[in-house]
């Protein structure tokens, strides 16, 4: 099976879907991280390597497209490069932002997406609003689960390569990945768990 995982900046996916990366991998399936955006700074190279130690981690490829975060958003542009992305790769599954994440940028890959798996036929989910993030005014449908407890450690650790994000945000953002992935797991009877928004899914018989 082939996973394609969608963000805009670096540590987008690994503090949400982390320990579902790393169990797909383990498990033999190909996962391609794709990151639309680049910080802009002294920190963008920086937090490109970081992003990179962290996809390796998970045992995942990662791909950068590097569009300006300062200009970024959802266009015909956009999304003819990622149509151009999923025709050659050919997920089964695409996942992405939460369309009413409390962050422009994350909002605009989620229609991005919406718009291009349009006419596939890839399963499509949105992981939960990236942490940190804001207050918004809308409830995540969680109504998908990955038991993570094998992978935990391994999502713990892909995190901790962001180090400049770790020294930004301290313990209280890795405590805040643990305490999700805990109250997720304690609602489906396991240790740690990641949920997901089912937008599209298949049934192949």
């Given amino acids: ?3 394609l995982v969608i963000g805009a900046h670096p540590d987008d996916i690994e503090p949400q879907m982390g320990g579902t990366i790393a169990k797909l ?10 990151q639309f955006t680049d910080t802009g700074g002294e920190l963008n190279n920086i937090r490109i390597q970081e992003s990179i130690d962290a996809a390796n981690i998970l045992g995942a490829d990662i791909k950068h497209l590097h569009y300006n975060q300062y200009n970024f ?10 149509d151009k992305i999923i025709e050659e790769y050919k997920p089964d599954e695409i996942y992405t932002c939460w369309e009413y994440d409390s962050h422009q940028d994350h909002q605009a890959v989620s229609k991005i997406v919406l718009a291009s798996s349009r006419k596939n036929n890839a ?33 713990i650790k892909s995190i901790m ?9 301290g313990n209280g953002w890795v405590n805040a990945i643990y ?12 240790k740690y768990a990641e949920a997901f928004q089912i937008v599209k899914m298949i049934y192949r018989i």
């Avoid at 991998?25 to 794709?34: A, P, Y």
């Avoid at 989910?125 to 109504?143: C, L, T, V």
């Fill in 179 to 190: 305490g999700r992935a805990s109250f997720r797991g304690f609602q489906i009877n396991v």
């Fill in 123 to 155: 399963n499509v989910f949105f992981f939960e609003p990236i942490i940190p993030g804001g207050i918004i005014p809308y409830a995540f449908n969680s109504n998908y689960f990955v038991d993570i407890t094998d992978t935990i450690e391994i999502k």
């Fill in 73 to 82: 958003t959802f266009d015909r542009k956009t999304v003819q490069s990622l």
């Fill in 161 to 169: 390569a962001h180090k400049s994000q770790v020294k930004k945000f």
């Fill in 1 to 3: 099976m082939r996973v």
């Fill in 25 to 34: 991998t383990k498990n033999g399936h190909e996962v391609l991280i794709l």
